[in-house]
């Protein structure tokens, strides 16, 4: 059974950093889509970072490029965001998912799996 648990959330002031992890279990991941999406209160969720894990190339939402990198690590089986520059529109719960698809990854129609979330709280 898969599973996918968030940690790194937390509350900061604005211009401030965190780090969000995904520890990935029972599923194996090579050539597919993983990645960070976020929902704040009355608004869709949108996909924030991606990942292809197969070569590594990245995708962004306008909104976080050049402030948040997302990573992995194959051997730990977690993606990773790290998050500069924080603005209070940052706020949301933050979920990692992972797809069996290669294309498409800041869809979240792509994704089959997905996490609990992590709380991410900005303030001015």
């Known amino acids: 059974q898969v599973h996918l648990v968030e940690s790194g959330g937390g509350s900061v002031q604005a211009g401030g950093s965190l780090r969000l992890s995904c520890a990935a279990s029972?599923?194996?991941?090579?050539?597919?889509?993983m990645g960070w999406f976020r929902q704040a209160p009355g608004k869709e969720r949108e996909g924030v970072a991606a990942?292809?894990?197969?070569?590594?190339?990245?995708y962004y939402a306008d909104s976080v490029e050049g402030r948040f990198t997302i990573s992995q690590d194959n051997a730990k089986n977690t993606v990773y965001l790290q998050m500069n520059g924080l603005k209070p529109e940052d706020t949301a719960m933050y979920y990692c998912a992972a797809s069996y698809w290669a294309t498409g990854c800041l869809r979240s129609s792509q994704y089959t799996y997905w996490g609990r979330g992590t709380q991410v709280t900005v303030s001015s």
């Open positions: 990942i292809y894990t197969a070569g590594g190339s990245t």
């Open positions: 029972g599923y194996t991941y090579s050539s597919n889509c």
